[in-house]
């Protein structure tokens, strides 16, 4: 993998090529290595997920994480970041997972965030690779801790490698389908010295990732400064769904807008934003997409005017056809639900009023192993 800082850890080993004899010459064969590929978010498989918990946000995320461990299937591998055993088992007291399980202690206070800290690729020869970013120094010390779960989670599991990048990325910069890796014009506000520009982010991640990539927005204006995976779905049928704050406005109304601009102020949240500039960063990236040929559809998203906060359906989790969307108990979740329904998922709502709040919800807090 060109220019990678790489450590492997687990299970690992050397192919050693065979030699064939055949007619009078010789002939050297040697076994190709196994090629790595991004684990694709739809269809999704949950059989083996990850999650954290931090006691200091069970408010938070109590609601949610309710309706996640009801909407796992029975047999997932769970695993459960947290900072101690006693954390542990407060955790599995509370929403009672899936039988199998495990707690992975850090040491150290960490944040719900699961999702951040690294992106699953496969090899061909079943090796997991957990693709992590570079060690940042975050403001908040359990920002910083997350960090180290991919580690653990490799110390403590077989067949699993750390592959550590030099840039700068966060899981959610990241979604596949089968046959395509989106990511977006972020990544070159991120790394502006590696990346200069969108074909550079492309080309790296195309050779490290195995797939072809597209690079949504020919800058980080024409894209949110969020993560791709808070604005945009691959849908298992081939077609992509996006956020549009235009089809949310529109569906809601001036009095609907009125009355949601009223509960977010009495939830102590920001308000709607309306300005052009931001309607242009969702609009743009479908435009792209219509334009690259591919089927856009668009799922109402109201965004708030700090930048981050999102009352979005795209960030949610695939198991096979079954779709785990944010809810939000708002008229646009019906909405966002049928549009979904109408593409062949069976929607499961995941309320996420409680910890949207903090810039996140369902695929934010609930990674693949």
């Not at 492309?202 to 020919?218: E, F, H, I, N, S």
């Not at 400064?225 to 691959?234: D, K, N, V």
């Amino acid at each position: 993998m060109n220019r990678l800082s790489t450590l492997v850890r687990g299970a690992g080993g050397v192919l050693l090529g065979a030699l064939v004899v055949w007619g009078a010459g010789l002939l050297v064969q040697c076994a190709q290595p196994a090629q790595t590929r991004i684990v694709p978010d739809s269809p999704g498989d949950l059989s083996r997920a990850v999650i954290h918990y931090d006691p200091r946000a069970h408010n938070a995320v109590a609601a949610t994480y309710h309706a996640l461990m009801a909407a796992l299937p029975p047999e997932t591998e769970l695993r459960v970041v947290v900072e101690s055993q006693d954390h542990f088992e407060r955790f599995a007291a509370a929403f009672h997972p899936p039988r199998s399980t495990r707690a992975v202690v850090i040491g150290k206070p960490v944040t719900t965030w699961s999702r951040d800290r690294y992106t699953l690729l496969e090899r061909t020869d079943g090796t997991r690779v957990l693709l992590v970013p570079p060690q940042k120094t975050e403001i908040v010390p359990a920002r910083a801790h997350d960090w180290l779960a991919p580690w653990r989670i490799a110390e403590a599991a077989g067949n699993i490698e750390i592959v550590e990048t030099e840039f700068d990325f966060d899981g959610g910069d990241l979604i596949a389908h089968e046959d395509v890796v989106f990511a977006d014009a972020n990544l070159v506000r991120k790394n502006p010295d590696l990346f200069p520009n969108p074909a550079a982010v492309a080309q790296r991640l195309t050779a490290l990732l195995g797939q072809p990539v597209v690079v949504l927005g020919a800058t980080a204006d024409d894209v949110p400064h969020h993560h791709i995976g808070m604005y945009l779905t691959p849908l298992p049928n081939g077609a992509v769904a996006v956020g549009s704050p235009a089809l949310a406005f529109e569906l809601l109304g001036p009095e609907g807008l009125e009355r949601m601009a009223a509960e977010l102020a009495q939830d102590g949240l920001p308000a709607i934003d309306f300005r052009p500039e931001t309607a242009h960063r969702f609009d743009a990236p479908a435009r792209q997409l219509e334009e690259l040929g591919y089927r856009v559809v668009r799922l109402p998203l109201l965004p708030l005017d700090d930048h981050v906060t999102f009352v979005t359906f795209n960030n949610g989790v695939f198991h096979g056809d079954r779709f785990l969307m944010p809810a939000y108990g708002t008229s646009l979740d019906a909405d966002a639900a049928q549009r979904l329904a109408d593409e062949g998922l069976t929607v499961v709502p995941i309320p996420v009023r409680d910890i949207f709040r903090h810039h996140g919800s369902v695929r934010c807090l609930l990674n693949r192993l």
